[in-house]
């Protein structure tokens, strides 16, 4: 795709309507050649070679750990990785009968989802495409931060594998408890307790569980990316690839077509507590919006509710439906909160929003294409794990105010853990 608008007309408003100092400041930006490759140029990454102690930098080795839920690569997989889910109450809280309703709703869901990742091929993209862009970024890494180098890419699902735990044990084999350190990078751009949050509380317990306390010669030195909503290579990546959609409709129709962003939705619940997920994935959208001039109407909705309790809405697929029953029959579909494609994607949006919709008359309906392989994305992911060692930040500002209504003790230990507070309980402080 190419390059339309040049990264310069990024508004400043955009980036500043959330505090967030893991986003980049646009004066670090690289020129657009070096954010755009042809994508005939695009390929899968090579295996790394692994990481060498006596082949470090001043401050390496850098492992860089892409946190993200993960999903089952094969349908075998689907029953574990269903159990895991149910079983975290960050994820989908159950109250006091988790541990009896978790394995009962994952059983009985299990060979449902077993055939949607049979319909989309036989499992989940998203461990390929960690891996290739994870892969990537650190090849961009090892180029434009050499103090840092060699950056290895290692990535941590929460409920598929490679487990955090399995990441854990590969860190400490490779020597990281001893040299260099860690980067924790979230490949949630949204900060939600329920994602990055769980992704946190079970990357500390495995610190705890494999490394003690207080480990012989400090253990691995981690830090922590747990945001980037506005990021301006993240909103280019998303814009490129909605004008490149809109580029499908034709002339006279393009300004009319309906802009859906779409985001998985939280339990109400959680939203109540004061969870940020909601005005940050807000945040993205008004920053792809203003790249896009406010082009087109737009909504934003959100999609992949679980259960009978109540969850953010308008729901994605009653949007959809309502919208092409009042008329609107040209949609494109926007995952907002999502970096590469799976099943919310290929199965839920591909194979049921927009088949409904074409059932119901709205053939207008299509999908903007996913970040997955994008160069731009890649440069953007690079750019942010930059900025995050110029500001020399364990974690940003925000990661240290807790929700309003969070009582979560594990969560408080996890953020004193990661931010490198030393006092009893009480509020974390960022330092």
Known sequence: MALRTPLSRLSKPALSSISTPSTSSPKRLLPPSAWHTPSSTRSMANVV????????SRDGPTALVFMNMGGPSTVPEVGPFLSRLFADADLIPLGRLQSYLGPLISRRRTPKIQAQYAAIGGGSPIRKWSEYQSEEMCK????????SAPHKPYVAFRYADPL???????????????????VAFTQYPQYSCSTTGSSLNE????RMRLEGKEPEGGGVKWSVIDRWPVHPGLIEAFAQNIEAQLETYPEELRKDVVLLFSAHSLPMSVVNRGDTYPAEVASTV??????????NPYRLCWQSQVGPSAWLGAQTSDTVLSYVRKGHHNMILIPIAFTSDHIETLFELDQEVIHEAHK????GVKRAESLNGSPVFIEALADVVRGHFERGERCSRQMGLRCQGCKSERCLEQKRFFMGDERGAGEVVVR
Do not use: N
């Not at 961009?140 to 103090?147: M, V, Y």
């Not at 990357?203 to 495995?206: A, D, S, T």
């Not at 119901?360 to 053939?363: A, Q, R, S, V, Y």
């Open 203 to 206: 990357l500390w317990k495995w």
């Open 286 to 295: 008004h920053a792809v919006l203003e790249r896009l001039s406010f082009s």
């Open 164 to 182: 955090t735990e399995e990441m854990y044990q590969r860190l400490l084999d490779d020597g990281f408890g001893r040299k260099g350190r860690a």
């Open 49 to 56: 070679p692994p990481v060498t102690q006596s082949a470090t």
């Open 140 to 147: 961009i890494l090892d180029k434009t931060c050499p103090e």
């Open 360 to 363: 119901e008359g709205g053939l």
